[in-house]
């Protein structure tokens, strides 16, 4: 089924990106070259760089806010960072450019987070803000399990599968999605547990495979 699936690349939405940066480099260059135009995806990519990074330092903050404030519960709060951020992670991907080098730009923003989660987790530097919003009980140490493997999981989609096969959007949308809904729906409504597995629920578990395939289908 993968195999019949459109790269991401050739989706319309990705090919009309790809298209109006081709047009933009040639019109506004009337004598372009091959080094002017690495150099211009260089800059996008730094650009791009940068703006995803500050927008994961946004949104990280906008959820220590709300937990600080106590607007949501801390353990809302943690599965509403497990959704957002992966999900508009891969949202963020066309605006790299098309060069090689693309999907390494991307993947430092996942891998400064890395950092940042190590940093804090081995308790080298306090930050309470990060610790309230992305873990289950506020120990730091929580920082390098669930939080830790998700920023690994970004990092390695990005960069084996980035835009050129399926498989990495589809494991981001399982992941965020999914699992995060499970988590959402599973507390909520999940009396029925599996017979095999009783931390886990029906209603839980067919919320994922739902909301995984559904998100899958609107990156795909
Ligand atoms: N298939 C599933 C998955 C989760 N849940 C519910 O969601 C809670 C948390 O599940 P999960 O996210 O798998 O576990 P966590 O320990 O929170 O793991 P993570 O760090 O990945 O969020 C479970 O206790 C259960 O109530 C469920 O009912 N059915
Ligand atoms: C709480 C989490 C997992 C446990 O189930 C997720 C932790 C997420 C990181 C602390 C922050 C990750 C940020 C992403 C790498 C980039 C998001 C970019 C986007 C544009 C907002």
Redesign the pocket.
């Known amino acids: 089924m993968l195999a019949r699936m459109t790269p991401l690349s050739l989706t319309p939405t990705f090919s009309l990106l790809l298209h109006r940066h081709r047009r933009l480099v040639h019109s506004s260059s009337p004598s372009f070259t091959p080094v002017a135009a690495a150099g211009g995806a260089l800059l996008q990519d730094a650009g791009a760089t940068a703006a995803?990074?500050a927008?994961?330092y946004?949104?990280?903050l906008a959820f220590e806010t709300l937990t600080e404030r106590e607007v949501i519960k801390q353990n809302l709060s943690?599965?509403l960072?497990?959704i957002?951020?992966?999900l508009?992670?891969a949202?963020?991907w066309p605006i790299f450019s098309t060069s090689k080098e693309a999907r390494y730009f991307a993947s430092l923003?996942?891998l400064?987070?890395c950092l940042?989660?190590v940093i804090y987790g081995l308790s080298l530097a306090p930050d309470d803000g990060?610790i309230k919003?992305?873990?289950r009980e506020g120990n730091p140490e929580e920082?390098l399990r669930?939080?830790l493997?998700?920023?690994l999981i970004?990092i390695f989609c990005s960069l084996v599968f980035w835009r050129e096969s399926p498989v990495g959007v589809i494991t981001l949308a399982m992941m965020c999605a999914g699992?995060?809904v499970a988590d959402i729906m599973g507390r909520r409504f999940g009396s029925v547990k599996l017979p095999y597995n009783q931390q886990k629920s029906w209603v839980g578990s067919i919320s994922m495979f739902i909301f995984g395939f559904l998100i899958s289908i609107g990156y795909v």
Do not use: E, M, Q, W
Request: glycine share 10%; aromatic share 8%; net charge positive.
């Open positions: 995803v990074l927008g994961a946004c949104l990280v943690r599965k960072v497990h957002s951020s992966g508009l992670f949202i963020s923003v996942p400064v987070n940042r989660l990060l919003s992305v873990t920082l669930g939080p493997y998700y920023v970004l699992d995060g």
